[in-house]
Structure formats: structure tokens, C-alpha cells
């Protein structure tokens, strides 16, 4: 056991015996399901979480949702000028989409 896990043992062990584990959000609940994440990176996967229980949403997600939108409208369209002015919002949104995704994988190291 190395000197961290002997120190994060103490710490758990010194916050359980000062009650400080108790009636915590999700006591006595069961463990969310995470099955298919053990190769996720924890520490991405915490900001991740922290991020949606703080109600933000990343940029690709949100331009995600616009090419979805953007799609289902093109689909009703029939007026061709109205139909091309969709297409070009779409490869706007597709592009932006793109780069987003890109930086992420770049900061991440993924």
C-alpha cells in the first residue's frame, strides 16, 4: 500500500468516526450503474458530472442539438432558396461542431 492510499485510508476513516459520512445526498440509495466506464478518464468524468449538476452544457452538445434541429427543419422545407439557406446553416453549425469536438480532444489528450 503506498503512502497515498495509507493517507486516504486515515482521512475516510477520521471523517467516518466524526460523523462527517453520514446523511449524505444518496445515502442508502444504490450505486448509479457504470458499466462500460472503466476506460473513461475519472478526472474528465467529474467535470462532466459537475458540470451538469451545475446545468452547463458543453458547446458540442448544444451545437449537436442545433444540427438535429436544423436537419428535422430542412426535411419540411420545399422552397429550394429555403432549402439552400438551411444547407448553408447546417454546414455552418457541422463546422463549428467539428472544431469544438477537435479542441476538446486536444485539451483531453484524447
Known sequence: MSWL??????????????GQL???????KPLRDATGQ???DPGLSAGYRIMAEAGVVPEEFKLK???DEERALYRT??????????MARLADLDMRYNIA????RRFHGT
Open 5 to 18: 492510499d495509507c493517507l486516504t485510508e486515515r482521512r475516510i476513516l477520521k471523517a467516518e468516526a466524526e
Open 22 to 28: 453520514r446523511d449524505l445526498p444518496g445515502e442508502g
Open 38 to 40: 472503466e476506460t473513461v
Open 65 to 67: 442539438k442545433a444540427i
Open 77 to 86: 422545407l420545399t422552397d429550394p432558396e429555403a432549402r439552400r439557406a438551411s
Open 101 to 104: 469536438v477537435d479542441a476538446r
